[in-house]
């Protein structure tokens, strides 16, 4: 058993942000909630994509979070895709016909892979992009270090 110790510290303490007051944290509250928001439209989306059914989107905003709290875990065999998969085969389809209310085993590790692949293909357009700036970017430099007296 562990304990943990949870608390906020008010805005006067020395190792905190001035902003540590209500008003930030209810805006990075609600910061948070629409970037899973997204993050769950996402995967509901990517399914939507390569499977027909799929879980319908507000199941999406329950599985895609309990999914993604896995990741945290140290452990290298991918615990998203894991507990995604396995969500996505233990949940009923609503309003599918007997003996086809569930989603076949499997499919929830090809949409977590989907995933994964969108993910890498947005960070080779952002290498792209890097590598394509950075001689603009040294040119900028050059001009600033000889515009210095």
């Known amino acids: 058993m562990f304990y943990a110790d949870l608390h906020v510290h008010s805005k006067f303490s020395r ?20 970037v899973h928001s997204l993050f769950a439209l996402g995967i509901y ?30 452990i290298q065999m991918g615990p998203f895709e894991l507990v995604l998969n396995e969500l996505y085969a ?4 609503p309003n599918a016909p007997p003996g086809h209310d569930h989603i076949l085993p499997g499919q929830g590790f ?3 892979l989907g995933y994964r692949i969108a993910t890498v293909l947005i960070a080779a357009v952002g290498v792209c992009y890097y590598l394509g700036s950075r001689q603009e970017v040294a040119e900028v430099m050059h001009e600033a270090e000889a515009a210095q007296p």
């Open 15 to 34: 190792a905190t942000s001035r902003d540590c007051d209500l008003e930030h944290l209810a805006l990075w509250a609600a910061v948070t909630v629409a």
């Open 110 to 112: 090809v949409v977590a």
């Open 90 to 93: 233990s949940i009923p389809l």
């Open 45 to 74: 989306l990517i399914a939507r994509g390569l499977f027909e059914p799929v879980q319908p989107l507000g199941m999406h905003f329950v599985v895609v979070p309990l999914s993604m709290a896995t990741g945290v875990l140290p």
